[in-house]
């Protein structure tokens, strides 16, 4: 038996196995008796009539070195080490130790999931059948798994949730949670990979008949706003594996998805920024806007075919920069501040930057630096020949983008609540919340692409280092979304007054002529400079 730490081995063995060997009459004649003193039974060695059960550490290479193994049985093996005294990792090794049994050997993994990708259990489930349970509605007889997002139930706080039902996938029909005890004692497991030579199972809480639906319930809306709780509750009840500091299900976010108009923006809008990625074959843009309370409405989102290389598309980039979005109330929106990012084609960028000629255009360079600042102050590229730099030329704004994809995945994870009115049920959005329109599954795949994952360095070492790492093919609308993150600092959003704001709103209902100066928000008053003495004799 393999275990990641010496304290989890030890607990297995006295508080589970030993008290089990005591109340089975059968087993407790065949292990040989515990004598202080003597190596024939010990803590971590459990001998019997013609073998033995061994406790041993996955970051003890020795412990299995000249041990033939018929059993193996690993526990929590998304804990062990990637490497043990620079021999492998310690599941391979005890692997090896099972071939002297080929054809008569028994391994079986079990642990619980932790991160999508990086974790063991997550690799070998993925390599094997894939099975599920599946139970009947006791409706229609349709057969399903069991999901939380079919839970039905009232209140929004967890002392209020007194009753949850389950509305069937099929029929729509809502079970009782009573009658889990008919479902479960109809079960199936169903393979979505039967050729796999693994057998592989997944199961969560909800199946298990000691859990009930209304606790798990109450232990969502405990943890929902809560990251470290709510992996917590992801990994151990949902048994999903969890993404750090991200929206792991681009499902969740599809489903939050309103009825505005695309290429309309609402009428809370204030500034629009554009954000522009560099493709081979195209320009993907992205048009949000922004509010008081700092929400964004995402408005449009649209490609432009043909590469950096390609005159008509670099036109039709231009006009984009100069065209303006209707307001819900029939007023108009110039696009505030347009961000193109130069890692692709980096001198076609430049040359576009030169060609549009204005001072809303940034172009940008992402920084994968963890330590790099969102913003940071810009340097130019065009210089003559004496290395001056040349008025009006291109200024490059160098991005920190793993703050700013830090802070998509954490707008992605706010939910709005819902508040019961006399006309109804109404959402009530929190500030910095993300609007998405009627957009199609694969922008939210690409928006949902990318989460950060913590590693282990080759000796064992817990979260030593960390990375952004794709999900998905495509992540364009995610690194839209951080240039568009990028456009509200750099104007100075986070740092506009409500009168600042009144300015902005005036300007754009015509009611003045004076426009609120986006670019640059107030900053504290600082000190002029003076002469205190120049040193001089008065006669």
């Known amino acids: 038996m393999l275990f990641p730490a010496l304290h989890s081995a030890t607990s297995y063995s006295q508080d589970r196995f030993d008290p089990a060997i005591e109340v089975s009459p059968g087993a407790k004649g065949v292990f040989h ?32 070195k000249s041990k033939p193994i018929a059993r193996l049985y690993c526990e929590e093996v998304n804990e062990y080490p990637f490497d043990v005294s620079g021999q492998g990792a310690p599941l391979d090794i005890a692997l090896k130790r099972t071939i002297a049994f080929e054809g008569v050997r028994k391994v079986f ?18 390599r094997g059948t894939q099975k599920e349970c599946y139970v009947p509605c006791p ?49 199936e497991w169903r393979a979505k990979n039967p050729d796999a030579l693994v057998d592989s199972y997944s199961v969560w809480q ?40 991200s929206e792991t299900d681009w499902t969740r976010v599809y489903d939050r998805r309103e009825s505005y108009p695309v290429g309309v923006a609402p009428k809370d809008c204030l500034v629009l920024t554009g954000a522009i990625d560099v493709q081979k074959d195209r320009y993907e843009v992205l048009v949000c806007g922004h509010t008081r309370t700092h929400e964004i409405y995402v408005i449009d989102y649209f490609f432009i075919d043909g590469g950096p290389q390609n005159e008509a598309a670099k036109t039709r980039v231009a006009d984009f920069c100069r065209a303006r979005y209707q307001r819900a109330d029939g007023h108009f929106l110039e696009i505030n501040a347009i961000a193109i990012d130069s890692g692709y084609e980096t001198q076609s960028v430049y040359e576009l930057a ?28 065009d210089l003559n020949y004496k290395g001056e730099k040349i008025k009006n030329g291109v200024k490059l704004w160098p991005v920190g983008v793993s703050q700013l994809k ?16 006399d006309a109804g049920e109404v959402q009530k959005f929190p500030p910095h919340y993300l609007h998405f329109p009627q ?27 960390a990375a952004w790492v794709k999900h998905y093919d495509r992540n364009e609308v995610f690194d839209l979304m951080v240039l568009t993150l990028f456009l509200s600092r750099v104007l100075g959003l986070d740092r506009f007054t409500d009168s600042l704001w009144d300015s902005q709103e005036k300007a754009i209902s015509g009611a003045t002529n004076t426009r609120a100066n986006v670019a640059n928000a107030p900053r504290p008053a600082q000190r002029t400079s003076r002469v205190i003495s120049r040193g001089v004799e008065l006669d």
Not at 406 to 411: K, L
């Open 109 to 126: 993994l079990n642990s619980t999931p932790t991160t999508e990708k990086y974790g063991l259990i997550e690799s070998w489930y993925a």
């Open 406 to 421: 830090g802070e998509v995945s954490s707008r992605l994870r706010l939910r709005p609540e819902v508040e019961k009115t």
């Open 139 to 187: 409706e229609c007889g349709h057969y399903q798994t069991l999901s939380d997002l079919q839970f039905r139930y009232e209140g929004a706080k967890p002392e209020q949730v007194k009753k949850v039902d389950y509305e069937c996938a099929e029929c729509k029909a809502l079970w009782p949670e009573s009658a889990k005890f008919e479902i479960i004692n109809r079960y």
């Open 33 to 64: 008796e515990h004598k202080y003193g003597r190596s024939e039974n010990t803590k971590y060695v459990k001998k019997f009539t013609g073998g033995q059960v061994r406790f041993i550490t996955a970051n003890s290479s020795s412990a299995m």
């Open 354 to 381: 030169r060609r549009i000629n204005s001072e809303k255009v940034f172009v940008t360079k992402g920084q994968n630096n963890f330590l790099a600042p969102a913003v940071h102050a810009p340097s130019y590229v």
């Open 439 to 465: 957009f199609d599954e694969d922008f939210f795949k690409s928006l949902c692409s990318e989460s950060i994952v913590q590693t282990q360095n080759k000796y064992g070492a817990k979260k030593v280092s």
């Open 206 to 245: 909800a199946y298990n008949l000691g859990n009930s639906w209304v606790e798990i319930v109450r232990e969502y809306l405990r943890v929902k706003d809560d990251p470290e709780k709510l992996k917590t509750y992801w990994n151990q009840t949902l048994n999903k594996s969890w993404v750090d500091r």
